[in-house]
DNA sequence: TTGTATGCGTTATCAG
DNA sequence: CTGATAACGCATACAA
């Protein structure tokens, strides 16, 4: 700054004004100061001027998993519009490690960002932290899950909806065997989609098994192995929903390893609809999730939090929608199996 | 640290020389200050430590897509090494676009990054601006291309020998009428891609169409409209090779379309062997490459860097590797549709 | 409308 | 070993 107050021949204090506008500067000495700035590729120390200002153009994003491709869908909606507003992400993942998680929101307070977006790991314990994080002056609003006792802001998806019109259309389908495999429950979002699945069954006035519940961890992995204990069961399930798609392709494989093949002799719903979705064999029949938008409309109410708007905590709930593919097959009569003619079609209309 | 230099009843200088262990201090001082630190929950600021020093512990990574699975797995291994020194990562998306790669080398430079991880989106151009961001001091290492012109530390995939063999696996299946959609040519992973093709060609002293090279954009949409192109073509080609696994998709489904049955009509093979490829329809045989552990290796490098290596300049190339599946059909006699249990069992046996 | 001076929270130098 | 004190680069209150 004192190189370009040097050669437009102002003082620093002016150099400091024309880059904020913060004082009405003669047009003469503007150009002069443009200029220099232009000339010596200025770039301000975003480091002194947080330091001063008490805030940065960060914002911090907290997710559970990178690897989950719904998340990436997610990041990509909030840093195109974070960018567009010349917010700069700073992208933690936490492994759906609480510790983890209190770990980035304590140390990167001292970056002072301008404001957090979250998807809780975990935990109620959740909630103290990102009040103490929201208590630093930064906004937060979290994405996807609400932790126990959160206040603020909060952007989801019709988690529960979607559960029950995936439940629902495997009844439908004369399915009365269902199994599910939730995810970890401690989280909202998890627990949703189970309520969205025992609602439809007690509508259906269709008794729930409790073994036939299995708890997983949102994974391939976890997917897979509470797979293999549904599918040793006796009577085995006809259907599985799956919380989510990754565990879905779980279920996938351990059917494969049992030779039960999909859908003819095990139904398959999961959740997310991701892209790949269309693409497995058997298509997956998904609940569909916005998940750019989920990205967008977080960052754009942070936003508006950042330029102060105190209006009263939002929470806005996105909706969700039933993809309906081949993984799952009609119980009554021997399952004709869709001709590949009818099977091009539909994934066709689907895109 | 004032309010904690008053606690601990020691100046503040000496709080710092606690903190950050720069000079010996007597262990009963040493105590009363760490004691009032942990009372207080003081967190340094980075802002200020950063302003002072001059550098911070963000080590900033700009990837092309995050949308594409591949870069994930390359960010997660980033994150995992980079996370286990206390460093912390702020990423950044391109979306394939120079301007915003620039715009982001030149705006974060001001935060004073300890290091870059950058896996380039485009251009001869690129190694220029990077030149001048490792002016800054920061250490620089491309990961996944390497941009012409640039001569620091590079970690890359074996690409030549990864389009080669699969190119190889094509023509020991009897195909001769290869075709082949490459990523964008201003990649050098997209040419030494096409390089490997056109070698296994040579070497088979089958002639190439230049038709038969599609340029397309590494994402599936482009995959799509480059199949779509190809497949219309007489004679059309008996077997596409695909750079990536997404534009690999975009041919499925190109495919789908004309009712080509793949593997019968058409034979594919894909490069990434992201998680899904194993579970589309048929299962995409595609040519694996260790995302995680390029982003580690990376990590390191410019973790020793930043601790002052002056090593001469490092180009890493790790193994790629063919995961045959499903996609790719004899040529010669009739094809025999895999029988369901030979089907499962190479599935098994590939995870 | 412009310039001066102070302090943001640290680290580092240097004298005690 | 410990404590003053001067930067680091900027924004801002206030004086001019």
């Not at 989801?156 to 559960?163: D, S």
């Not at 429950?185 to 729930?208: D, S, Y």
């Amino acid at each position: 700054m004192r190189q370009i107050a040097e050669r437009a021949e102002v003082s620093i204090g002016t150099v400091s004004h024309v880059i904020n506008d913060t004082a009405k500067v003669r047009e003469k000495l503007r150009q002069r100061v443009l200029d220099a700035i232009r000339s010596l590729g200025y770039q301000p120390s975003q480091l002194a001027r947080g330091l001063r200002r008490n805030e940065t153009n960060i914002v911090v994003m907290i997710i559970p998993d990178i690897t989950n491709p719904f998340f990436p869908a997610v990041v990509r909606g909030v840093e195109d519009v974070a960018y567009g507003n010349s917010f700069r992400l700073i992208l933690c993942n936490t492994d759906n490690d609480p510790r983890k998680e209190i770990s980035y929101l304590n140390e990167l307070r001292s970056y002072r960002p301008a404001g957090w977006l979250v998807i809780p790991a975990a935990d109620s314990v959740m909630a103290a932290q990102l009040e103490s994080a929201a208590a630093s002056g930064a906004p937060v609003v979290c994405l996807d899950r609400q932790p126990p006792g959160w206040k603020g802001d909060v952007v989801l998806v019709a988690n529960e909806a979607g559960a029950h019109s995936a439940t629902r259309h495997l009844l439908r389908m004369g399915h009365r065997q269902l199994a599910v495999i939730t995810g970890p429950l401690h989280l909202t979002n998890a627990v949703e989609r189970l309520k969205g699945f025992k609602r439809a069954l007690a509508e259906a006035k269709v008794p729930i098994e409790p073994e036939y519940i299995q708890e997983a961890r949102f994974n391939r992995q976890s997917g897979y192995q509470a797979a293999a204990r549904l599918l040793r069961m006796l009577p085995r399930p006809t259907a599985i929903f799956a919380c989510n798609d990754l565990m879905a392709i779980g279920v996938l494989l351990a059917a494969r390893e049992l030779d039960l093949h999909c859908p003819d002799q095990l139904s398959i719903v999961g959740f997310d609809d991701l892209d790949f979705a269309e693409f497995t064999a058997p298509a997956l029949t998904s609940v569909y999730q916005p998940g750019y938008q989920l990205g967008t409309t977080a960052a754009r109410l942070l936003l508006k939090r950042i330029q102060g708007s105190k209006q009263f905590p939002q929470k806005i709930v996105l909706p969700s929608e039933l993809k309906i593919r081949h993984s799952v097959a009609s119980l009554s009569p021997a399952p004709p199996s869709p001709s590949r003619l009818r099977q091009r079609e539909e994934a066709l209309e689907i895109r």
